[in-house]
C-alpha cells in the first residue's frame, strides 16, 4: 500500500495566521483526501483534490478558508486560514491503497493547535 | 443527510470476545470498512465488506447486511494492544464516509 508523508507533525499557531500542511505519497494516486479530526471525535472529510482540477469541498469547508494544492499525482498541500481556536485539530490527509488494496493510508496527522 | 451510528465505548478483558456495531444512512454505498486508530496514530485499516456475510482476518471479523443498512467488527481473543477507537467507514463513490467511532479498552 501507498506510504504518506504528512508534515509538520505538530503545530502552535497564533490566531489569525496561516498554516500550509504537507503530504508526499510514495507513488502516483488520482485523489487525495483532507480530513479534520477533533479531539475525542471521529474523522470529518475536508475535500477531495484530484490533480489538475479544483478540490471538491465538502458541506462546512470553503474554499478561502482551506485552499488546497494538487500540483502533480504525488503531493498536496492543505492550508488552514485565518485560523481561530476552534480550528485546533488534526488534520490528515489520505489515499486509495492501490490495485488490488481496499483500504485507504493515511498520513500520521498534523497536530494543529491555535493560540 | 449521512449518519453512521456506533456505541461511544465498549469494555472488555484479556481474552474475550466483542463486538462493535455500526449502522448507517448514507446517500451512496459501495461498501464498509472498519478502520483502527491508537491514540496519537492515524487510522489503519482493518476489512472491508462489499456484499453480505462475514469476512475473517485472523482474530478480526466484519459483517454486513446491505438490506438492514448494518455491519459488524468481531474482535476476538482480545488482547491489551487492542485498545483503540475502531471506526465504521461507508465507502461512498470515491471518498470515505466515517462513523461516530467506538473506544475500546481491554483490562487485564
Known amino acids: 500500500s501507498a506510504v504518506i508523508s504528512q508534515k509538520p507533525s505538530r503545530d502552535i499557531c497564533q490566531r489569525g495566521t496561516s498554516l500550509t500542511i504537507q503530504c508526499q505519497v510514495d507513488?502516483?494516486?488520482?485523489?487525495m483526501f483532507w480530513y479534520r479530526q477533533q479531539p475525542g471525535q471521529s474523522l470529518t472529510l475536508i475535500a477531495t483534490a484530484n490533480q489538475g482540477s479544483e478540490a471538491t469541498y465538502e458541506s462546512g469547508f470553503v474554499i478561502d478558508k482551506f485552499p488546497i494544492s494538487r500540483p502533480n499525482l504525488t503531493f498536496s498541500t492543505l492550508t488552514v486560514s485565518n485560523m481561530s481556536p476552534e480550528d485546533s485539530s488534526i488534520y490528515l490527509c489520505s489515499v486509495e491503497g492501490g490495485e488490488g488494496q481496499r483500504g485507504y493510508t493515511f498520513g500520521s496527522g498534523t497536530r494543529l493547535t491555535v493560540v | 443527510g449521512q449518519s453512521l451510528e456506533q456505541p461511544s465505548e465498549v469494555t472488555a478483558v484479556e481474552g474475550a470476545i466483542v463486538q462493535i456495531n455500526c449502522t448507517y444512512q448514507?446517500?451512496?454505498?459501495?461498501?464498509l470498512s472498519w478502520y483502527q486508530q491508537h491514540d496519537g496514530g492515524a487510522p489503519t485499516f482493518l476489512s472491508y465488506?462489499?456484499?453480505?456475510g462475514l469476512e475473517e482476518t485472523g482474530r478480526f471479523s466484519s459483517f454486513l447486511s446491505r438490506s438492514d443498512s448494518y455491519g459488524y467488527l468481531l474482535l476476538q481473543e482480545l488482547q491489551m494492544k487492542d485498545s483503540a477507537s475502531y471506526f465504521c467507514a461507508v465507502v461512498n463513490t470515491d471518498k470515505l464516509i466515517f462513523g461516530t467511532g467506538t473506544r475500546l479498552q481491554v483490562f487485564p
Open positions: 448514507t446517500s451512496g454505498f459501495y461498501g
Open positions: 465488506n462489499a456484499l453480505d
Open positions: 507513488s502516483q494516486v488520482t485523489m
